[in-house]
């Protein structure tokens, strides 16, 4: 089964760590401007959800490309755009739901997630575990769990009311 | 690079500015971040210049690292010469300010002269432009941030901005950034509303290189370990500063009831638990947040439960809140602790001294130094919330005879309200005691009274001092970079070897301000935090520059003596009980009266003092009247006119 990030936005602190790692770990350099992932803040209400690609299975960006520049990795699964090919149309920058796909000003390339090879450094960075690097079953369970929680609570309510009726 | 980061002079009578680089040698010598600052200061500010005329440079910064691969390294400084003291203005916040500044191209701001009308500068990627700020004017400190973004068009901007406090040119004015990180002390935002600078916006995507990246990176993986596995920052990740000021307060540790007493009773409502669990209920399990790249996250986020801003967010709140709106004014209610807070992150006034001074004029009230004359009326007593309250408002919009008057700080306050009132005012160097009582520990006693800024606790303070930790471990901190023998002790009421703790902290700090480091990320609350020792190969690998911890120690030493310098330049002598190294009598003469049983009838020794002082002075190479000696200056390098290399 694959991994994939994914990301509880309730538990990230919008400290940004993640596009520092992200740019350093890529570009050797220091600038949220060239990370894969940034965060989207609402300073006024504190909320805070970090935006990163999903290296979605029909991927838009894949179906988009006018090339066939960006495939899919066949090792770690993560979608990987080939520079030999691509034209720097940026028409997957327009069309990604997520806005995942950045463009790299000073190299004019598009660049994206490419899960550091195996070992996201978001990740790795993250002490809140605001994003994770897991497989789908993992996090669908996770969920199912969650879910289950609050239909629990709510039904152990609903008794209570009818023994107090 | 870090290196080709620029200083930028910016004349607002003029509208010209000028972009320089900051030469290596610079960076030997003073690092950057508040080090530099203070040469700035010295060399820019006229002898004896009035803090609110153009004249008086406001100089804002970033730390050497801020923005490089090494976490917790956001602050942004100020330095001015302050309208609240006349001598050393110094703020220092944390937030997003800092790193966009440096993304921008920018380590350094200079700021002079006067805009004719509201200004804001808006400095982008290397550009530095003065734009209209009529439309912002009169708004409040969160609203001008929105206001700018919505009028460039851009939501990443990052604003350092005056509210109303700053425009009615309070003396201790903020400049705040974000929902409440604020450049809190000495009236930095005065000196920006006597320029007509409303705010400074910036927005960044030049790259910053990495000498060494993936060094750099996993360097910075052990420094987060070394940070995180601290347990007094899991606790400052949980409940923030108030932790701090509920732990003082269990053994006497606070000030209550302006200098009254050193325990709040009955602080159940405003105890750290208590504001979490409101930060809880209105947020969610998740709501503590932070500054940029910090793991600690140690602000709450909230809204005000009840009341008439309630729904309100806001974050917070800290010590000093708690401080201010709880124990100094003996009000034990959550929800005038959150509205206060509320209040000053919108107004942009510093809440330890806006908390300090109303707790100062509810004792005088109480005395019947001041009446209802003075108040109009106002039931100006301990306890009252709504007086409290309310005297905020009044001071930020300088309303009524007593709103101006407190408005202009202690010093002319108390020279205004007259009769004994001095002797009433918790103050050093014209600027407020921290919400803490320091009778019970005469190290802190000594860091309070010689702080550079005026009585302040982030100058010198060796907090771990009050752990009681074995003396091998106090030699292992305080004994390098430089070595020393003398004594050190365990017990936080005796006086030997507190005055090298000071010292030493006091170099600490200067050299983590200089870097742009949070104080929680080295030892002021936990002595396994990094220090010295761990500085060097953060600034190799992120900036390819070398320094060994005992150069780091020289640059500090080298900027804290500027400091003095300029103090002693613009009035400071020893003895002074307005602009010297003193404390009020009351630490000498009013015993504590509560807390744990060793604290209950503690004082500070007179004499004893006064030796601790001279030892203080000793470690520096000043004379007994503080001031460097000629071996000194030239030991530092600082025998000759401090020249201009920028």
New interface residues.
């Given amino acids: 089964m694959e991994k994939f990030l994914t990301v509880n936005s309730d538990k990230c602190t919008g400290c940004r760590l993640c596009e520092l790692v992200c740019s350093v770990m890529h570009e050797g350099v220091s600038n949220p401007a060239k990370s894969r992932i940034q965060v989207v803040k609402w300073e006024d209400e504190g909320r805070y959800i970090p935006m990163i690609c999903q290296q979605c299975e029909d991927a838009p960006c894949q179906s988009v490309c006018p090339v066939g520049a960006i495939s899919r990795d066949k090792e770690f699964g993560f979608l990987k755009v080939d520079y030999d090919v691509c034209i720097g149309c940026r028409l997957c920058v327009s069309i990604c739901p997520f806005g995942a796909m950045n463009y790299n000003k000073t190299t004019r390339k598009v660049i994206k997630c490419d899960l550091c090879g195996g070992d996201p450094q978001c990740v790795r960075f993250c002490e809140a575990n605001a994003i994770e690097f897991v497989t789908a079953d993992v996090v669908s369970s996770l969920k199912k769990r969650e879910g289950a929680t609050r239909q629990s609570a709510a039904s152990k309510q609903s008794l209570a009311i009818w023994e107090h009726v | 690079m870090a290196l080709d980061r620029k200083i930028a002079y910016i004349d607002l009578s003029t509208g010209k500015t000028e972009i320089k680089p900051i030469p290596l040698e610079v960076r030997k010598k003073f690092i950057g971040g508040r080090g530099l600052d203070a040469y700035l200061l010295y060399n820019n500010a006229p002898e004896g210049c009035d803090p609110l005329s153009p004249e008086n440079p406001l100089i804002v910064s970033g730390g050497f690292l801020t ?3 090494a ?1 917790a390294t956001a602050r942004t400084h100020f330095m001015a010469k302050s309208p609240l003291t006349g001598l050393l203005g110094s703020a220092n916040m944390g937030g ?1 300010f800092a790193p966009e500044l440096a ?1 921008a191209g920018f380590h350094h701001l200079v700021i002079t002269g006067k805009a004719e009308k509201p200004v804001y500068l808006w400095i982008h990627n290397g550009q530095i432009e003065i734009r209209d700020a009529a439309k912002l004017w009169g708004k409040t400190t ?1 609203d001008t941030q ?1 206001a700018i973004r919505d009028e460039l068009g851009d939501q990443e901007v990052k604003s350092a901005v005056i509210g109303q406090a700053g425009e009615n040119l309070v003396r201790y004015a903020n400049v705040m950034t ?2 409440k990180n604020a450049g809190g002390r000495t009236g930095m935002g005065c000196v920006m509303g006597s320029k007509n600078l409303k705010a400074i916006a910036t927005r960044g ?6 000498a060494h ?1 993936l060094e ?2 996993e360097f ?2 052990k420094f ?1 370990e070394q940070i ?1 596995t601290a347990k007094v920052n899991k606790t400052q990740g949980t409940l923030g500063t108030p932790f701090i000021w509920g732990a003082t307060n269990s053994w006497g540790g606070v000030r209550t009831r302006n200098f009254q007493f050193n325990q709040m009773e009955n602080a159940d409502e405003i105890e750290p638990e208590a504001i979490d669990d409101i930060a809880t209920k209105t ?13 600690v ?1 140690c602000r709450a ?1 909230y809204k005000i439960p009840s009341g008439p801003y309630a729904g309100k ?1 806001d ?1 917070g709140p800290e010590y000093t809140s708690l401080g201010a709106f709880g124990g100094e004014p003996d009000c034990k209610s959550t929800e005038t602790v959150l509205t206060g807070n509320h209040l000053v992150n919108q107004y942009g006034v510093d809440n330890l001294e806006i908390g300090s001074i109303i707790s100062w004029a509810m004792e005088l009230y109480e005395l019947g130094i001041i009446t209802n004359k003075e108040t109009d009326g106002l039931e100006l007593r301990f306890g009252n919330d709504e007086a409290l309250l309310e005297m905020v408002h009044r001071i930020c919009t300088r309303k009524g005879w007593l709103g101006d008057v407190l408005a202009e700080g202690g010093i002319p306050a108390a020279q205004k309200i007259g009769k004994n009132s001095f002797d009433y005012l918790i103050q050093v160097k014209g600027m407020s005691n921290l919400h803490s009582d320091e009778r019970g520990t005469p190290a802190l006693a000594l860091n309070v009274a010689t702080a550079s800024r005026g009585s302040d606790h982030l100058r010198s303070r060796p907090a771990i001092d009050l752990y009681h930790l074995p003396e091998s471990v106090l030699r292992k901190v305080y004994g390098s970079p430089v070595p020393y023998d003398g004594p050190l002790s365990s017990d936080h009421m005796e006086y030997i070897g507190k005055a090298w703790e000071v010292f030493w902290q006091e170099n600490c700090y200067m050299a983590v301000d200089c870097l742009g480091i949070c104080k929680y990320h080295t030892v002021f609350l936990g002595a396994t935090l990094p220090n010295f020792e761990d500085w060097p190969k953060a600034i190799y690998y992120n900036t390819g520059l070398e320094f060994t911890p005992k150069e780091i120690w020289d640059v500090a030493e080298r900027c804290n003596n500027i400091e003095r310098l300029f103090n002693l330049r613009e009035g400071l002598t020893r003895n002074d009980p307005v602009k010297g190294d003193t404390l009020n009598h009351r630490y000498f003469d009013e015993p504590c009266r509560r807390g744990a049983p060793d604290i209950i009838g503690a004082k500070i020794d007179r004499d004893k003092f006064k030796i601790m002082i001279d030892e203080f002075y000793k470690h520096h190479g000043w004379d007994n009247d503080g001031v460097p000696t000629a071996e000194t200056l030239k030991r530092l390098g600082l025998d000759k006119e401090l020249t201009q290399l920028l």
């Fill in positions: 923005a490089t691969c976490s997003f993304w969160t929105w974000g929902i995507t030049m790259d910053i290189k990495i990246p750099a990176l910075n993986k987060i995180t947020i969610g399990p998740h709501h503590m947040t932070g500054c940029f790249g910090c793991q996250h986020q967010y974050e």
